[in-house]
């Protein structure tokens, strides 16, 4: 289950974040690349190639502490230093162990922060929940991975609800 803002005892600062944002990108040979912030709730870093800028989440970087924004920061870095084509491979992998990044693809909810989100897609035959950001555009179909995790199985749908854990601010 994802943990809550209020389990944590110190949270990151944006300023701050971004100030060991640029450190760490000319650190690592990157000085013409740039550094900015989105309003991503799911996903904690990005590295856009096209534009030579890595980013971070606004709510994911108040929600965590300084450990996390570097880990995810570094991840993001090590996508810059190695091949575009790398993705989350062993060159890649090589890449961020070098730097000092955790090698794995992604973050996990038992360590991350999350804000609540205010839908999700809950199967009704194992019950399992997917939190979502958004509504599904219409006519849109998904079935459940965890069940069905090889193809599409319209015996398996992913029914759309409310989160009935979601507050919002």
């Known amino acids: 289950m994802a943990r809550r803002a209020s389990e944590y005892i110190s949270s990151m600062d944006l300023r701050a974040a971004s100030a060991l944002a640029r450190q760490l990108l000319a650190q690592h040979g990157l000085a013409d690349w740039h550094f900015a ?72 909810s038992d360590t991350v922060a999350q804000p609540a989100l205010p839908y999700q897609l809950r199967c009704l035959h194992c019950n399992r929940a997917v939190p979502r950001a958004r509504r599904l555009r219409r006519g849109r179909r998904i079935s459940c991975g965890t069940c069905s995790p090889r193809s599409f199985n319209p015996e398996r749908l992913l029914v759309f609800e409310v989160n009935p854990n979601y507050r919002s601010a």
């Open 37 to 108: 912030f989105d309003n991503s709730k799911l996903r904690f870093g990005v590295c856009k190639w096209n534009k030579r800028t890595i980013g971070l989440s606004r709510q994911l970087v108040r929600l965590n502490d300084e450990a996390q924004v570097r880990d995810t920061l570094l991840h993001e870095l090590a996508h810059a230093l190695a091949p575009r084509q790398a993705g989350h491979g062993p060159i890649w992998r090589a890449m961020a162990a070098a730097i000092g990044a955790k090698p794995e693809r992604c973050y996990s």
